[in-house]
């Protein structure tokens, strides 16, 4: 049996909520087939983590959702415009932090954003007032100590943290985050992910993001869609996913200063009854499902299998 299949297709978004709407997206280079099918649709204010092996195409999917690179064939809209046509208006609406920007060096990291924020003054609307003040920007990515920094002095945290900025000064309904936590350090990926939150929950941005950090997609991710051999193979919660690899969650326990594991389909009967027989005796009470790194390799693993 295969496991992927009952959830590639997704959920069912309705038309007139989808921020990214894919229909049979197919991108071929010379003779390669990178994308050979690609359907999928996002609503406004979800995240949505792509995940997939190396090679698999998420940049390519999401350069093509960008504008930046002509598709093969395929219904793409974007905010309900096709990328491959989409205006200055229509670009003033996405944000894009690429994997990294190498320009810019010379400017101070303030005048920089208020240099890029002007150029979405024109597309100012009562909803969002645009750009946002660069004093505010650099308070939400941290950066308001390095105000009158040299770009080229940053440090590689930091450097992400402008381009995360950079992606988002315009205020952006939708933003493309390609490996966005790449080199930073723990402190500085938990700041991101607070940003991430912000975002959606201040301005309901939605957010496509592609990463290798399957906890980051967890903690992250109100959708998970896995990309593999230029098809969909998986998309639903972190959850959902887990429940299709496994029914079962682990419970863990001690007890008389031993260590109990089962597995159960149902862990809130049984821990009550657990608790009900031994009461106080039980510590270190722990249930875990299937972890989504789990879920992944298996879910890329059996598609493998199964080609
Ligand atoms: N401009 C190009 N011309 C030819 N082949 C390309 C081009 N860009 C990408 N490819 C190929 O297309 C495939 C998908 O690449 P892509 O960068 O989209 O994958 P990815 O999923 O983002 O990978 P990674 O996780 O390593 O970043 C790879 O085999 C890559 O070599």
Redesign the pocket.
């Known amino acids: 049996m295969t496991l992927t299949g009952a959830l590639a297709t997704g959920p069912e978004v309705p038309a007139g909520e989808r921020v990214i709407d894919i229909h049979d997206l197919r991108m071929r ?2 003779t ?1 087939d ?1 994308l050979t099918g690609v359907t999928f649709a996002a609503r406004r204010g979800e995240v949505l983590a792509l995940l ?1 092996p ?8 999401i350069e093509i959702l960008e504008g930046f690179r002509m598709r093969s064939s395929g219904d793409v809209r974007v905010l309900g415009v096709d990328p491959a046509s989409g205006g200055e208006r229509w670009r003033s609406r996405v944000g894009v932090v690429l994997q990294s920007w190498r320009d810019h060096g010379k400017w101070r990291v303030a005048e920089l954003l208020e240099h890029l924020g002007r150029y979405y003054r024109p597309y100012s609307t009562p909803e969002a007032d645009r750009p946002w003040p660069v004093g505010d920007l650099l308070e939400v990515v941290g950066l308001t100590a390095q105000a009158g920094v040299r770009v080229s002095r940053l440090s590689g945290g930091q450097r992400r943290r402008l381009d995360v900025a950079i992606g988002i000064v315009g205020r952006p309904e939708l933003l493309f985050l390609d490996e966005p936590t790449v080199g930073f350090d723990p402190a500085a990926r938990r700041e991101f992910h607070d940003l991430v939150h912000r975002l959606t929950d201040v301005d309901d941005t939605t957010i496509l993001l ?1 990463t ?1 950090d399957l906890d980051e997609a967890e903690k992250l991710a109100d959708r998970i869609v896995i ?1 593999s051999g230029g098809r969909i193979i998986a998309d639903g919660s972190a959850d959902e996913l887990s429940r299709l690899v496994s029914r079962e969650s682990e419970i863990r326990w001690t007890r008389d200063g031993q260590r109990f594991v089962h597995s159960a389909e149902q862990a809130t009967p049984f821990v009550r009854e657990l608790l009900v027989q031994y009461g106080d005796d039980v510590t270190e009470l722990e249930v875990r499902r299937t972890s989504l790194e789990d879920t992944y390799m298996r879910l890329v693993r059996d598609f493998e299998g199964s080609t």
Do not use: P
């Open positions: 280079y010379g390669k990178v997939g190396n090679g698999a195409g998420k940049t390519t999917t592609t290798h990309l």
